[in-house]
Nanobody, 117 residues
Framework: EVQLVESGGGLVQPGGSLRLSCAAS????????MSWFRQAPGKGLEWVST????????YYADSVEGRFTISRDNAKNTLYLQMNGLKTEDTAVYYC??????????RGQGTQVTVSS
């Protein structure tokens, strides 16, 4: 059974940082590109970032470029998203998923990130 379990969300002030983690199991993690998506209240699912299976290439939405860093530890079957310089508009439920921006596969249950003073 494929499982993706996100953690690390919470309440943070504008300008602050959070590190999200996604523990993967039930599939060959090292063989899959992995992505982060988010969904803000009342809005659709938004792609945030993708990292290819080897970790050699990463891609970011313009809205997070330079502030967020995606990474992975294939030995630990874990995906990460380091978020710095958080803004109120980053408030959303963050999901990790298999696949890329246009080829989302399995998705986790999400973790809430709230940026507020």
């Amino acid at each position: 059974e494929v499982q993706l379990v996100e953690s690390g969300g919470g309440l943070v002030q504008p300008g602050g940082s959070l590190r999200l983690s996604c523990a993967a199991s039930g599939f060959k993690f090292i063989n899959h590109d992995m992505s982060w998506f988010r969904q803000a209240p009342g809005k659709g699912l938004e792609w945030v970032s993708t990292i290819i299976s080897s970790g050699g290439y990463t891609y970011y939405a313009d809205s997070v470029e330079g502030r967020f860093t995606i990474s992975r530890d294939n030995a630990k079957n874990t995906l990460y998203l380091q978020m710095n310089g958080l803004k109120t508009e980053d408030t959303a439920v963050y999901y990790c998923a298999t696949g890329g921006r246009w080829s989302i596969g399995f998705r986790g249950q999400g973790t809430q990130v709230t940026v507020s003073s």
